[in-house]
Structure formats: structure tokens, C-alpha cells
């Protein structure tokens, strides 16, 4: 097939999927190279006329539907309560409101609405006793909720990013692993989640209501913004505490790639749930940037090439542990180093985005979000955080510890380092 036809078929699959309601319309990409099936599936999913897939809303379903289209082409079996599909609602904890009622005020709490959300769920069965999870969340912050860094008007958030592009590896990974019969050895749980972004609530509801037996789970990979890996070649592997056996196989693998790897079960995706079920875990991600929860995270700046590098990765590590029995389960020093930190563990930001591929002295800031106390001081994408007030960062976990020892309005010293110059910032907390 030329590439000419093939970007004619990437197109002619958009055109489709948005005009029709059902999945039986949909252009299959079964007969794309993985670059040009990884590419299709990022493009349709950060497609516009989805509106960025908030969970509950059209777009997110009419995305589950084309989840289930590409799962049913490559032969999978349905798994969820309902064929492809497991529902689940919510109702978000309401905000509270202050209401004036003459000289006096009285607190009162919002109206809000239950939210019902779709997880998608493919089934390989290879009749084993035990079976490995791979999942990935498809939805975004549709036109921007609570969660948005966007500061504009309204806009719709594509989340190519975060996260066609775990959703698109995870179709990848299912077309492969269904066409080499090698993998054999354990069946196969492919898992789209809905509800990450509101607070993993598809990924906590199957481990509360599962499809299949979690105590015969071998291990579950999590893939939550996998397109970005950067000129350094440095990816990110959450997890690797959960079983003895990850940091025995990973280094092996990584090929030009430079993993940063931090050993806790519990972070700001999916793969947390399963944790808390005593499942191994892996979370792979390539780091946060400055389109991160904004409408610039479209379909244009992923690194499909970088995609390829990890998906070969993690065919690799796949293939490995299925010359493996069955690996071993560890309990992990739960450290908070996420960008979803409980906020109930402080009391005040700083309003950056950090440099989680970072592994040197400090934290570094991958960016700022205007109007808050980083920006507003004038510290800048780049600079590594030494010192707040007079406590000595040296990674993420004591950033955090630092942030819970100050209250809104305090004005604190903050010591970077820019460039190799030292420097010291008054930044008023909020």
C-alpha cells in the first residue's frame, strides 16, 4: 500500500467514525505498519469533533464505541458487563457555595450531576490460569473541567497526549500480541478506562466489580501519556517496586531509551488500582510538558517515533515474562510523587508543573501556570528548586514534604538554580 493511500484511508476512518453512530462503520487499520496504525489511532482519538472525551459525554462514548470496533477487527473476545463495556457512575463530590443572606452568610453545597462513564474490554483467552492486564485511560477533560492548566477561553482539550497516545499502544500491543500466536503462555485483559481524569474512577470500579479473577492476575501495565518521549530518550517507569522481578528485566530492555524508574505502586493513574489489590504494576510514561491539560495537546506533537521505541520495549518485556511463571507481588513505600499529590497533604501551591524525568538534586520545573505563585515571582520553566524557606530539596518526595509546612499568604524564600547561577525568589503562597 503507498503512503499516499494510507493517509487517504486516516482520513476517510476520521470522516467515517464522526458521521456514523455505531461502530460497524468505522475504518479498521488492521492492514497499517505499526508507525501508520499508531498514528491513525492518535489522530482519530485527538480528533476535535470528539470534544475531548470528558467522561460521560458523547465523545467519550462515540471513542468507546470506536475502542470496541478496533477490539472486535483484531479478535478479541468482549469482556466487560455489558459485551465491550462496563458502566459505572459517579457523582462528583460537589462544591461547597456561599450564600448571602441579608447580613449573614450560610454554606451550602452545589448541585451536581451523576456522571456514567465506559470502560472497553477485550478479551484474548488462551484457556491459561493466569492472565495479564493492559490498560490505558481514553478520557480527557472535554472542553475543560477543574482539572484544566488553560487559562483562555473555552477550548476543546484533545488529550493526544494524555491519552490517545496509551490508548493507540494499547490497540498496537492487542493487534500483535493476537497475531504472533507466541503469546501464549497467559491470556490477555485489554482494558480502555474511563473516569481516570476525574479521579481513576473506571479503574477503581473494575477492581471492585472485576470481569475476570484479579487473584489470578500475573501482573497489569499501565500506559498514561506515552507520546512525548523527549531528544534524551528518557522514559519514565512507575511501579518498579511492585514485584523483585521488574528491575531485573527493564535495564535489559530499554535499548537507546534512559529509564527513570521510581519504585511505588501508587501515583496519579490506573495503575494505582490494581496496586491496592496486590497486582504487579508498571506505569509507563515520558513526562509531562507544557501542553500538558491544555488544547495544544494535539495529535501534531507526538513523537510517533518514540511511540515505536516503546512499544518494542514493551513487546519485549511482554515476551519475556512469558518464559516466566507466575511473578511475585511486593508492598512498596508509598511516596507521593505524582502531579495528583493528595491536596489534603498541603495547604498551599506553587503553581508549576514538575520535571518528572528529572532524577538529579532538586526539582526541576518543567513549567509555570500564570497567575500563580511560581509565575508570579518570576521563576521559569528550567529552574531547579534547592530550597524552600529553610528546607533542603532534593527530589520530589521532600518538594512535598517542604509544601506542608507552609500556610496561604505566607511570603517564603524559594532557592533555584538557573543556568548554574544560584538564585533566590520571594514567592507568596496561595
Same mark, same amino acid.
Given at each position: ?24 462503520? &468505522?475504518? =479498521? ?9 499508531? =498514528?491513525? /489511532?492518535?489522530?482519530? *482519538? ?12 458523547? @465523545? ?12 472486535? /477487527?483484531? @479478535? *478479541? ?30 454554606? @451550602?453545597?452545589?448541585? &451536581? ?5 465506559? %470502560? ?14 493492559? !490498560? ?29 497516545? +496509551? ?31 476525574? !479521579? ?39 511501579? #518498579? ?10 535495564? @535489559?530492555?530499554?535499548? $537507546?531509551?534512559?529509564? &527513570? ?5 501508587? !501515583? ?7 496496586? %491496592? #489489590?496486590?497486582?504487579? #504494576?508498571?506505569?509507563?510514561?515520558? !513526562? ?27 513487546? %519485549? ?32 501551591? *506553587? ?12 526539582? =526541576? ?19 531547579? #528548586? ?5 528546607? $533542603? ?25 538557573? %543556568? +548554574? ?10
Amino acid at each position: 500500500m503507498k503512503m499516499t493511500t494510507r493517509l487517504s484511508f486516516a482520513v476517510a476512518a476520521i470522516a467515517i467514525l464522526f458521521s456514523c453512530s455505531g461502530p460497524q462503520s &468505522v475504518v =479498521r487499520s488492521k492492514n497499517l505498519t505499526p508507525e501508520e496504525d499508531l =498514528r491513525n /489511532s492518535v489522530s482519530i *482519538l485527538a480528533n476535535d469533533s470528539l470534544e475531548g472525551r470528558g467522561t460521560g459525554t458523547d @465523545g467519550e462514548k462515540k471513542a468507546g464505541r470506536w475502542i470496541a470496533d478496533q477490539f472486535a /477487527s483484531i @479478535g *478479541l473476545q468482549p469482556k466487560g458487563s455489558d459485551g465491550w463495556f462496563q458502566s459505572f457512575s459517579f457523582k462528583p463530590h460537589p462544591p461547597a457555595q456561599v450564600h448571602q443572606v441579608g447580613d449573614s452568610t450560610k454554606l @451550602g453545597m452545589a448541585v &451536581v450531576k451523576e456522571i456514567t462513564g465506559r %470502560n472497553v474490554i477485550g478479551y484474548l483467552d488462551n484457556k491459561a490460569e493466569f492472565t495479564v492486564i493492559i !490498560g490505558a485511560h481514553y478520557d480527557h477533560l472535554g472542553w475543560g473541567d477543574e482539572n484544566s492548566l488553560w487559562t483562555g477561553g473555552r477550548e476543546i482539550h484533545n488529550g493526544a497526549d494524555d491519552n490517545a497516545s +496509551g490508548v493507540s499502544m494499547l490497540i498496537q500491543l492487542a493487534r500483535t500480541i493476537v497475531s504472533y500466536k507466541a503469546y501464549n503462555k497467559y491470556n490477555y485483559l485489554f482494558m480502555a478506562f474511563s473516569g481516570e481524569e476525574k !479521579g481513576l474512577w473506571g479503574s477503581n470500579y473494575f477492581c471492585k466489580n472485576p470481569t475476570i479473577d484479579l487473584t489470578k492476575v500475573n501482573y497489569m501495565i499501565n500506559m498514561d501519556m506515552v507520546g512525548r518521549l523527549n531528544s534524551e530518550k528518557r522514559l519514565a517507569i512507575n511501579g #518498579v517496586g511492585t514485584s523483585p522481578e521488574w528491575m531485573k528485566i527493564l535495564p @535489559g530492555l530499554a535499548g $537507546e531509551m534512559t529509564l &527513570v524508574t521510581s519504585e511505588s505502586g501508587v !501515583g496519579p493513574s490506573d495503575h494505582t488500582s490494581f496496586y %491496592n #489489590v496486590n497486582i504487579p #504494576v508498571l506505569h509507563f510514561f515520558t !513526562g509531562q510538558h507544557e501542553d500538558y491539560h491544555k488544547p495544544s495537546d494535539d495529535a501534531d506533537k507526538i513523537n510517533i517515533s518514540g511511540m515505536l521505541q516503546i512499544r518494542t520495549m514493551l513487546l %519485549n518485556l511482554i515476551g519475556k515474562l512469558e518464559t516466566m511463571e507466575r511473578i511475585a507481588f511486593t508492598k512498596t513505600k508509598d511516596e507521593t510523587s505524582s502531579p495528583s499529590a493528595s491536596a489534603g497533604d498541603f495547604k498551599v501551591t *506553587l503553581g508549576v508543573i514538575p520535571d518528572y524525568l528529572y532524577d538529579g538534586q532538586g526539582m =526541576r520545573i518543567d513549567g509555570t501556570k500564570e497567575g500563580k505563585p511560581a509565575h508570579t515571582a518570576g521563576l521559569i520553566k528550567g529552574d531547579i #528548586v534547592k530550597k524552600i524557606g529553610d528546607n $533542603e530539596i532534593s527530589d520530589m518526595k521532600t518538594y512535598m514534604q517542604a509544601l506542608s509546612k507552609f500556610e496561604k499568604g505566607q511570603t517564603t524564600p524559594v532557592t533555584i538554580e538557573r %543556568n +548554574g547561577e544560584t538564585m533566590i525568589f520571594q514567592v507568596t503562597w496561595q
